[in-house]
């Protein structure tokens, strides 16, 4: 991975949690750590 292609990695994350929370108080993004949360947690059930 180039520096470049990081950077824009790192400014469309930054850009996509910007508007989450500007529209929707960050609801998306704690919705989805949630359902990050439960995988891991069934993941490590089945380990």
């Known amino acids: 991975m180039t520096n470049t292609i990081a950077a ?3 400014l469309l ?3 996509l949690l910007l508007a ?3 529209l ?3 609801g998306a993004s ?3 750590a949630a359902r ?3 995988l891991i947690h ?3 059930f089945w380990r």
């Open 8 to 10: 824009s990695l790192g």
């Open 13 to 15: 994350i930054a850009a």
């Open 20 to 22: 989450d929370y500007a």
């Open 24 to 26: 929707n108080d960050f």
């Open 30 to 32: 704690l919705f989805l």
């Open 36 to 38: 990050l949360v439960d």
């Open 42 to 44: 069934t993941l490590a």
